[in-house]
């Protein structure tokens, strides 16, 4: 399986992205995918999550309320919308895939999302 990100870049304090992971080689629906990410000098975290199990999601107490995580199976990709960024949101951003009742898992290469004025 593959999972390419895309739409990182520069924006200002209280601006806005969004990101994009798109997965192919494997079979989408069946996947609980996720927005992680890690700041320099920092551990990999858990953003936000999409769950196939009752088609749920959950995010980390840092971003709820700003960001939402969406998920297109019919076109085998994942959305993580960023809004009112802040500097401390300034990070790599990896989209993961893993099985939904297994352990089988995917990770991107990573986009880059700098926040600052």
């Known amino acids: 399986g593959q999972l390419v990100e895309s739409g990182g870049g520069l924006v200002q304090p209280g601006g806005s992205l969004r990101l994009s992971c798109a997965a192919s080689?494997?079979?989408?629906?069946?996947?609980?995918m996720s927005w992680h990410r890690q700041a320099p000098g920092k551990e990999r975290e858990l953003v936000a999550a999409?769950?196939?199990?009752?088609?749920?999601?959950n995010y980390a107490d840092s971003v709820k309320g700003r960001f939402t995580i969406s998920r297109d199976n019919d076109k085998n990709m994942v959305y993580l919308q960023m809004n009112s960024l802040k500097p401390e949101d300034t990070a790599v951003y990896y989209c993961?895939?893993?099985?939904?009742?297994?352990?089988?898992?995917?990770w991107g290469q990573g986009t880059q999302v700098t926040v600052s004025s």
């Open positions: 993961k895939a893993r099985l939904s009742w297994g352990t089988v898992e995917y």
């Open positions: 080689g494997f079979a989408f629906r069946r996947y609980d």
């Open positions: 999409s769950l196939v199990v009752g088609s749920s999601t």
